[in-house]
């Protein structure tokens, strides 16, 4: 069984935000309206944070980096769910089952990367957002948490292709649309369990590092950091 | 142009209407709403189409996802060796606009003030009186495009009118503009395989350029290898967080310290004497300008500029074996915009432009020569609208230069002036409603173009096409001018019937020389390679037919074994261009007290103010900043807090134009002294507004040789 995980390059990255529009897309993650946004619901899977500033002027330099769902291998936002609506699966994706979610927000509290976000409102959507939808993935109604999924549907696409070729799964077959779209390759992802694999590599670098990772949360989204 | 009115509608009506009555696609797409059920009633089958981009310069090629024939998202194609499968946010969401029910669905009319849908007879019947009407000059022409076939088309149109009032915005072509003026054209690409070292003057490089997806691996690759780039800019935005340094300095500046750069590297002796004796007519004025006046001492003085940091990177610069000091079409917003330019034309000159590469034999529209053959004046800009009291017909072709001027006001009294104005708008924008008619264009999607570029040191040609029908009555404006053209007689022969035909004969070249690879693969193999060595070409079609079915499916044609040339333009710029003529000192606004420059800045979610309409842009516009649907401004802790302005606080900004509130957002690495404003807000024309436009409440600076709007130089009091 895989363990999926990624890492994210702050070498390569240029905070393009080319993934956090990916991840928005695909997802069909709701545009909330103005009031919600103005009060701080506006709901991204993948956002752009800055984290600090390093140096001072104008040897100045932002820390950007781009933060999703850390899918956790030890998650501290399942332990609290009442309803079982989040778990961890076998192969290291922490999912969220929607029809579940009874919208206690418990994992939301409890998500020391505050990824989690809530539909406070079914909004209308703009027609033309409406028209694009993404037929693969659900449109989550009012009061359900969500989050980054490391585009599960996309593995089951590709697991019903390997399928059908009478093939195993192979790297490269899924791939998330964040990781596609990433111009500069900032964004490796794979299987962890892999000896061969990128991400491991990648993971193990001497620049890879995790966020709060003395919380013991595991994370699998891992980062490495600019170069000196 | 003698021709009786009545026939000429008639003969425009006839040859012009057939392009209306084929795009009026299904019907049932002009109810709203209708495309829903089609989309998840139907099988939900999957198929792929390639296209490019039109949202920026970057001519990325697409990849578009189609359920039921309908296209639902937006990919990159990874066969491109542009943006080699990378997205931005704006082409990510460029599938909108096809949907959008703010689309324009038939020609438009202006009755007391008000549009309304008219015939194509009558749309055409307008768009023929004026023209009958048209004596050389009184025509004008403005158009926003990146397809240099379409803006050599538009050239060819107004030449045959005789008119020279032609104003192109083509990012490539307004980025070599100044190497045009002082000598034979433009560098084609930096030559990544020599370069190592690249002072960067402003340009947004990775963020917004002639190919910021492209620029992005180049740059990461560039520094993977070692080397460094410096970037003097007003602002450090997403482009710069990389350059090692980034030295803040103001537009107006850039001459200085291009200048100063050069003194370094002159005083050194580190220059290409044999360079300069053969390529730079004048050496010794320049020589004689830049040593008496802009030592980095002196330049420090005037612009603040460190000149230790000066000398540092203009050593590095001189002691790279192959440079690039690099410009684009950024540099000219600034009162002294193409001095700027010429400034760093200049400092290349003095290493031989070693950095550089030019293509040979290139045998496409040259992207960054829109005018090559009818050479429209390209001084002809926005603001000679203003004056020209001759104009009778202005024709604007999706430009929305209202929108991105700081003399709204006088270019809408302007407008107003004007008997006729045709737009071929598909919105309803800030210039577009001010047309007495509106044809509107095609959706990108649902459009034939070709975008070239060289941006990688191969000729590309990256195709547009119609990924499906048009869904209303809309039509191709390259379809209405090729009739023009040619029912007009303006030019002597005029074989082609359509857009399309034009554009076939104009990439006939390509088919004939037989070289290149279609973007069916990423690059040639090993013996791919190898064969080519021996002569063999890699074409896959037999004939042109097969040839142009291929170039659609695929999205494109590149030749990975371009011929290059060193990039050894002759200079012919005399100290006196150079030179700031008494009274023209750069407009810089003071800084006092209780006053403050507002530094506009543009991000990777607008181009040109092209963000109007799309839900996904403008909710994330200031995702970063975690303001939404709203104004912000940027500034120095230190700044903020000489005006006793908290972060996060709501403040006044005031300029000679108005005033508006905005959210203060602290931010250290901002020039102390400046408010950085984002420009992409503050649409009026039609939906909801949201923020505000920036350059609407500039000062009115431009630059002095092309007009192009500074959006720096505007002093404002905060409160
Ligand atoms: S798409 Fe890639 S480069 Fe752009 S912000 Fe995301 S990780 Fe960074
Ligand atoms: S993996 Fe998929 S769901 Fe997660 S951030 Fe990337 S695009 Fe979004
Ligand atoms: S970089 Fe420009 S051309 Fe490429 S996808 Fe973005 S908007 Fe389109």
Not at chain 2, 272 to 278: C, E, G, L, P, Y
Not at chain 2, 372 to 392: M, S, T, Y
Not at chain 2, 593 to 600: C, D, K, P, T, V
Request: hydrophobic share 35%; aromatic share 10%; glycine share 8%.
């Amino acid at each position: 069984m895989p363990k999926y995980g990624m890492v994210i390059d702050l070498d390569k990255c240029t905070s393009c935000q080319a993934c956090v529009t990916a991840c928005k897309v695909e997802n069909n993650v709701q545009i909330v309206s103005e009031d919600d946004a103005q009060n701080g619901r506006a709901m991204f899977w993948m956002k752009m944070l800055t984290m600090e500033f390093d140096g001072d002027y104008p040897n100045i330099r932002p820390k950007t980096l781009p933060r999703n769902c850390m899918q956790c291998d030890e998650p501290s936002c399942i332990k609290v769910c009442p309803v079982r609506a989040t778990y961890l699966r076998d192969d290291g994706i922490v999912a969220q089952i929607y029809p579940q979610c009874i919208g206690c927000r418990y994992c939301m509290a409890n998500c020391p990367y505050t990824v989690k976000v809530f539909n406070w409102d079914r909004q209308e959507q703009p027609a033309e957002v409406e028209r694009t939808y993404n037929p693969d993935v659900s449109v989550r109604p009012k009061g359900i948490v969500e989050k980054c999924t490391f585009c599960i549907h996309r593995l089951q696409t590709a697991s019903e292709k390997a399928k059908a070729e009478h093939r195993d799964l192979e790297p490269g077959d899924y791939v998330p649309a964040c990781v596609e779209v990433c111009p500069v390759d900032a964004i490796s992802f794979g299987d962890l369990d892999d000896r061969k694999s990128e991400v491991l590599k990648a993971s193990r670098d001497y620049r890879a590092f995790g966020l709060l990772e003395e919380l013991g949360t595991v994370p699998k989204v891992r980062y490495l950091n600019a170069k000196e | 142009m003698e021709i009786n009115r009545r026939d000429f509608v008639k003969l425009l009506g006839g040859s012009l209407i057939g392009f209306a009555v084929g795009g009026v696609g299904d019907a049932l797409l002009k109810i709203p709403g209708a495309v829903v059920p089609l989309l998840y009633k139907g099988p939900r089958i999957e198929t792929w189409k390639t296209t490019t981009c039109m949202k920026c310069p970057g001519k990325c090629g697409l990849r578009i996802r189609m359920i039921d024939k309908f296209p639902v998202q937006v990919f990159g194609n990874p066969l491109s060796p542009l943006n080699n499968g990378g997205m931005c946010p704006m082409g990510l969401t460029s599938v909108g606009s096809l949907y959008h029910p703010d689309r324009l669905t038939s020609p438009m009319k202006k009755v007391n003030g008000k549009f309304q849908e008219i015939s194509y007879a009558e749309a055409y019947g307008i768009l023929a009186s004026a023209l009958a009407n048209n004596k050389g000059g009184n025509t004008a022409f403005v158009a926003q495009t990146e397809s240099a076939f379409m803006a050599d088309l538009i050239g060819k149109f107004m030449s045959g009118l005789k008119s020279e009032k032609v104003s192109i915005d083509n990012f490539a072509s307004n980025s070599v503009a100044s190497f045009d003026r002082i000598s034979d054209g433009g560098p084609d690409f930096i030559d990544f395989t020599a370069c190592d070292y690249i002072v960067n003057f402003g340009s947004q490089l990775t963020e917004m350029s002639e190919s910021p997806l492209y620029f992005s691996r180049a740059i990461n690759d560039f520094r993977s290898k070692g080397h460094e780039f410096a970037s003097f800019s007003p602002k450090l935005t997403p482009g710069t967080y990389k350059a090692n340094p980034w030295v803040p300095v103001m537009p107006e500046y850039y001459e200085d310290v291009a200048l100063a750069l050069a003194y370094v590297v002159i005083t050194d002796g580190s220059y290409d004497r044999a360079f300069v004796q053969k390529r730079f007519k004048d050496f010794d004025g320049f020589k004689k300008l830049v040593t008496e006046e802009y030592s980095p001492a002196a330049v420090e003085s005037r612009t603040g500029v460190p000149s230790v940091e000066i000398v540092k990177i203009a050593r590095k610069f001189a002691n790279a074996s192959a440079p690039v000091a690099y410009f684009d079409e950024s540099i000219l917003h600034s009162s002294n915009g193409t001095r700027n330019a010429y400034a760093v034309v200049a400092l290349n000159a003095l290493k031989g432009f070693g950095g550089y590469g030019k293509l040979k034999n290139q045998v496409l529209p040259d992207p960054g020569n829109t005018g090559k053959g009818v050479d429209p004046e390209q001084a002809w800009n926005r603001n000679k609208l203003v004056g020209d009291k001759d104009i009778r017909l202005l024709m604007v072709y999706r430009s929305n230069f209202v929108f991105n001027s700081p003399n709204s006001e006088e270019l809408k009294k302007a407008i107003a002036g004007i008997r006729t104005v045709v737009s071929f708008s598909p919105f309803i924008d800030e210039t577009s409603e001010l047309a007495d008619l509106i044809i509107p264009d095609h959706d990108g999607l649902e459009r034939l173009d070709a975008f070239s570029s060289t941006v990688t040191g191969s000729p590309v040609v990256s195709m547009q096409q119609p990924v499906v029908k048009p869904f209303y009555s809309t039509v191709h404006t390259g379809d209405v001018l090729v009739t023009l053209i040619g029912e007009l007689k303006l030019t002597k022969s005029w074989p082609h019937k359509d857009y399309e035909d034009y554009l076939q004969a104009s990439l006939k070249p390509i088919y004939k020389h037989g070289k290149g690879m279609l973007m069916n693969q990423k690059k040639p193999t090993g013996l791919e390679k190898s064969l080519h060595q021996a002569g063999w070409q890699m074409a896959s079609y037999s004939s042109f037919d097969e040839f142009w079915e291929q170039l659609l499916r695929f999205g494109g044609w590149w030749d990975p074994f371009p011929q290059v040339l060193k990039f050894t333009p002759a200079i012919s710029l005399t100290a006196d261009r150079l030179a700031r003529q008494a009274g023209s000192a750069p407009v810089n606004p003071a800084h006092s007290a209780n006053s403050l420059r507002m530094n506009i800045f543009t991000r990777n979610l607008d181009y040109k103010g092209n963000m109007l309409r799309n839900a996904y842009l403008t909710e994330q516009f200031g995702m970063g900043r975690d303001v939404y649907y709203a104004m912000w401004i940027e500034l120095n802790p230190d700044t903020a807090r000489n005006f006793s302005i908290e972060d996060r606080s709501r403040v006044r900004i005031k300029t000679s134009k108005g005033s508006f509130e905005a959210t203060a957002v602290y931010d250290p690495s901002v020039v102390p002294g400046n408010i950085d404003v984002p420009f992409g807000l503050g649409h009026t024309a039609s939906g909801k507004m949201y923020g505000v436009n920036p350059v609407a409440y500039s000062d009115e600076v431009f630059d002095e040789e092309t007009g192009s709007p500074s959006l720096s130089q505007t002093t404002v009091k905060i409160g």
